[in-house]
């Protein structure tokens, strides 16, 4: 995975990339993605990125993200999945994203939105592991930070958190390890069924248009 950290350094991540015409041939499955044998139960237009907040490999697609955003089709729906790993504080990271996404559904907001309760969030945690080098104390320390970037109250995480819909969605977000049989984070499953390959990703530009291609298909 060390290769996906350095196509995403540098030049990649300040200027939005237009998709080249020499790209535009079909994808090859095998190759480019893998069609999923139990397709994700997500809607037709979508992306889901599983991934969590102590990756370092996460944290430069986060910053990806956007130019991503700004390219793909407007309707396409962002689902970001956060998964439990061996890294700190991962089973309460994903309950703050929970959370933070259910309040932003109950909003009519979505996960795209630079303003939404999940990229406040998430962006504060990325940036806490991995610009500031933050240590903390406990797990109700790290839940605090989280609720301080999205300026909601411990009492009002706490409720959210026992809603049904909410504790669905963190099952449904554990679970789809094993339904796409995924061995690495970020990855992104397109429309469903197509996982990217980021092995073979070239460069942030081949990332974006296998996207946009496969939201397509």
Request: aromatic share 12%; proline share 4%.
């Amino acid at each position: 995975m060390q290769r996906i950290i350095n196509i995403f350094l540098g030049a990649f991540l300040g200027v939005l990339f237009l998709l080249n015409p020499l790209n535009a041939e079909s994808l090859k499955e095998g190759k480019d993605y893998i069609k999923l044998k139990t397709p994700l139960d997500v809607p037709q237009k979508s992306i889901v990125e599983i991934f969590n907040v102590g990756c370092p490999h996460c944290a430069k697609m986060s910053e990806l993200l956007p130019k991503l955003f700004a390219t793909i089709p407007q309707e396409a729906v962002f689902l970001p999945y956060h998964i439990i790993t061996g890294s700190a504080f991962s089973a309460q990271a994903s309950e703050v994203l929970a959370v933070a996404v259910s309040i932003d559904e109950e909003r009519n907001l979505t996960s795209r939105d630079i303003e939404s309760y999940f990229r406040r969030a998430s962006n504060a945690y990325f940036d806490a592991f991995f610009k500031l080098h933050k240590k903390f104390k406990n797990k109700e320390s790290f839940i605090a930070f989280g609720l301080d970037a999205m300026e909601i109250s411990q009492t009002k995480f706490e409720t959210q958190l026992q809603r049904k819909e909410v504790q669905d969605k963190l099952k449904t977000w554990q679970d789809s390890i094993a339904q796409t049989g995924i061995q690495s984070v970020p990855s992104f499953i397109v429309n469903g069924k197509y996982l990217i390959i980021m092995d073979n990703v070239q460069d942030a530009e081949d990332f974006i248009y296998k996207v946009d291609y496969l939201l397509g298909i």
